[in-house]
T-cell receptor, first 113, second 116 residues
Framework: GNSVTQMEGPVTLSEEAFLTINCTYT??????LFWYVQYPGEGLQLLLK?????DKGSNKGFEATYRKETTSFHLEKGSVQVSDSAVYFC????????????FGQGTTLQVKP | GAVVSQHPSRVICKSGTSVKIECRSL??????MFWYRQFPKKSLMLMAT?????????EQGVEKDKFLINHASLTLSTLTVTSAHPEDSSFYIC????????????FGPGTRLTVL
């Protein structure tokens, strides 16, 4: 079945550091890929998405590229801020497009001033 | 826009009692709502998918008689945990999908259930 694997956290960085959170997936066909962010005390919010191979999703300085050849969708940001501290979830919806999201285990990011 | 609320945000109950959690789409109509369960340091696990006016579709391994889901209107779905036990303690999250063509889900802030 479909699955998503994220790098283990927590990830602790200093402000303005470069961020990479790895995400790989297993799925048949061409799933849609997502990154969600959960700030403390809030619900999950869609951060960015990509729906086909080689698409790059971007938002708020974050980027992720849909790599079919490596089945990956790594999240990157060039310069993190304290306000980026949150839990990040990689997710997919399978090519059958039932709307069911399959989540990775989440990666906690803590950015220190 | 696209705000989803959950009530209550936190509930503590005694073992054997039932607890109802509400999920509302505040500024849009949601034909489909999803219920997830999140364990500490673990991912969200889809429990069931509910469509307005029809029976919920439960994921494998989820007891439908224990987790009753009702989606009576386009803005409200409820999850009732019946005869709750300590192992049901968890963080329950709902999401709502709008009536447009997009498959984007909008998430509620979650409900922390503690069963004593």
């Amino acid at each position: 079945g479909n699955s998503v694997t994220q790098m283990e956290g927590p990830v602790t960085l200093s402000e303005e550091a470069f961020l990479t959170i790895n995400c790989t997936y297993t799925a048949t066909g061409y799933p849609s890929l997502f990154w969600y962010v959960q700030y403390p005390g809030e619900g999950l919010q869609l951060l960015l998405k990509a729906t086909k191979a080689d698409d790059k999703g971007s938002n708020k300085g974050f980027e992720a590229t849909y790599r079919k050849e490596t089945t990956s969708f790594h999240l990157e940001k060039g310069s993190v801020q304290v306000s980026d501290s949150a839990v990040y979830f990689c997710a997919l919806i399978g090519s059958s497009n039932t709307g069911k999201l399959i989540f990775g285990q989440g990666t906690t990011l803590q950015v220190k001033p | 826009g696209a705000v989803v609320s959950q009530h209550p945000s936190r509930v503590i109950c005694k073992s054997g009692t039932s607890v109802k959690i509400e999920c509302r789409s505040l500024d849009f109509q949601a034909t489909t709502m999803f219920w997830y369960r999140q364990f500490p340091k673990k991912s969200l696990m889809l429990m069931a998918t509910s469509n307005e006016g029809s029976k919920a579709t439960y994921e494998q391994g989820v007891e439908k008689d224990k987790f009753l889901i009702n989606h009576a209107s386009l803005t409200l779905s409820t999850l009732t945990v019946t005869s709750a036990h300590p192992e049901d303690s968890s963080f329950y999250i709902c999401s709502a999908q709008g009536t447009g063509g997009s498959n984007e889900q909008f998430f509620g802030p979650g409900t922390r259930l503690t069963v004593l």
